[in-house]
């Protein structure tokens, strides 16, 4: 990673979020602190995705909206974007939705040219892993070099750390 210009691009909704055995009310989304991590670990700048409309901070509430949006196979319009042409490498981090990666993400994704860049996908989830996203990372951004992805369980992710340094290591 050195002498290499390096962003983290993420989506991470606060509120109240699935945890084993319940819900729990979090100030920061779990992907938000992965993102923070892995940007101090590379000394990277930190992009978050996020949508015009947004998402309720009541769990089941944004499960519909989010089903919704991915079965209409909605561009959810951003609130702001941003010139990732200097960039050697971007992290992308997402929660795991349904599958896949939220719809703002796929927006993201398609805004850009990934063209010469590096691409890093980490996705928090209670258990799902990666899922389908890699697969549609890959067709919403082909030219991108994509690496293997980051799965962290969300729940776990203040103890996350090691396992990220240790993903870093096999990205040299
Ligand atoms: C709308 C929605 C759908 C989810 N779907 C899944 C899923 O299919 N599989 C899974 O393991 N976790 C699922 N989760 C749990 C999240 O992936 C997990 O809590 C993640 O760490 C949340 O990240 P965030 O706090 O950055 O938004 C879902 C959560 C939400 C809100």
Redesign the pocket.
């Known amino acids: 990673m050195e002498n290499k210009k390096v962003l983290v691009a993420?989506?991470?909704?606060?509120g109240e979020?699935?945890?084993p055995g319940g819900t729990r009310n979090?100030e920061?989304?779990?992907?938000?602190?992965?993102a923070e991590m892995l940007a101090e670990l590379t000394n990277a700048d930190l992009f978050q995705i996020q949508s015009v409309d947004g998402?309720s901070d009541v769990?089941k509430e944004?499960?519909v909206?989010?089903?919704t949006e991915f079965d209409n196979n909605e561009r959810p319009q951003l609130k702001e974007d941003m010139d990732i042409s200097s960039y050697d490498v971007i992290f992308l981090?997402?929660?795991?939705?349904?599958?896949t990666m939220?719809m703002p993400v796929w927006t993201f994704l398609e805004n850009h040219d990934f063209t010469g860049k590096v691409l890093c996908p980490f996705?928090?989830?209670?258990?799902?892993?990666l899922?389908n996203s890699i697969a549609d990372i890959e067709k919403l951004a082909p030219a991108a070099d994509r690496k293997d992805g980051l799965s962290?369980?969300?729940?776990l992710?203040q103890d996350a750390k090691p396992e990220i340094v240790a993903w870093l290591e096999t990205l040299r």
């Open positions: 993420f989506f991470s909704r606060a979020n699935f945890f979090i920061k989304g779990n992907t938000h602190v992965a998402y769990y944004c499960v909206k989010a089903k981090g997402y929660p795991n939705w349904c599958g939220p996705c928090t989830n209670e258990g799902s892993g899922a962290i369980k969300g729940s992710v």
